[in-house]
């Protein structure tokens, strides 16, 4: 079974502080991603990696970074926190698609709340 | 315009009704397509893949019609349990990431 862990569940923030998200896979997969949800607007992506040391931008990448040092853990890095970062954050995992197989695994998200 | 359009809903509908959910998607090149799951406060999950060809899979037919870039999920004989939302996901290239709809809510009533 693939199992997706992000840090924490719920997070309140003041604005400005320096806030990290840390997302774990435990299936040896390539490819991680974050997302945020709002209302609305369904799953935005910010960054993703296809590899350790690598990160590509996202649709949403302004007021975010990543970090990709192992193979199982991706970090998503807000350096400022504002309010409008107040969302729901996705981590998903992958394989490399092999045609229309194919399939992103997600944890059980991180609401981050920055007042 | 959005590159994955579905219809927010919500659907109520009764216990036992067959309901369909529609989606088109911008990029004609897109490579594969697939509906998501979302229960409330939960991740989403893969429910299933949408082929060329169509496929079933026990009360659940998804659709594609690339000519017309449009996907539909029906569902039949609709339970309490489906009540979720469900996601419409297009792949639109060879690589790994994928484009979300924004979601169709769909509430079961006894």
């Known amino acids: 079974d693939v199992k997706v862990t992000q840090s924490s569940r719920y997070l309140v923030k003041r604005t400005g502080e320096k806030v990290f998200l840390e997302c774990v896979q435990d299936m040896d997969h390539e490819n991680m991603f974050w997302y945020r949800q709002d209302p609305g607007l369904g799953l935005r992506l910010i960054y993703f990696?296809?590899?350790?040391?690598?990160?590509e931008k996202g649709d949403i990448p302004e007021g975010y970074s990543v970090s990709r040092e192992k193979k199982e853990r991706f970090s998503l890095i807000l350096e400022s926190a504002s309010t409008n970062q107040t969302s729901m954050y996705l981590c998903?995992?992958?394989?490399?698609?092999?045609?229309?197989?194919?399939?992103?695994?997600f944890g059980p998200g991180t609401r981050l709340t920055v007042t | 315009r959005k590159e994955v359009e579905q219809d927010p809903g919500p659907f109520n509908v009764p216990e036992g009704a067959t309901v369909a959910f529609n989606c088109t998607y911008s990029?004609?090149?897109?490579?594969?397509f697939f509906w998501y799951r979302q229960d409330c406060r939960k991740e989403p999950k893969l429910l299933m893949s949408?082929?060329?060809s169509g496929n079933e899979d026990g009360r659940f037919t998804a659709q594609l019609n690339r000519a017309s870039q449009y996907i539909s999920l029906l569902i039949r004989d609709s339970k309490l349990s489906d009540s979720a939302t469900y996601l419409c996901?297009?792949?639109?290239?060879?690589?790994?990431?994928?484009?979300f709809g924004q979601g169709t809510e769909l509430s079961v009533k006894p």
């Open positions: 990696s296809y590899d350790v040391k690598m990160k």
């Open positions: 996901v297009v792949n639109p290239a060879q690589g790994g990431k994928l484009i």
């Open positions: 949408v082929y060329s």
């Open positions: 998903a995992s992958s394989l490399p698609p092999r045609g229309s197989s194919y399939e992103q695994y």
């Open positions: 990029n004609s090149a897109s490579q594969s």
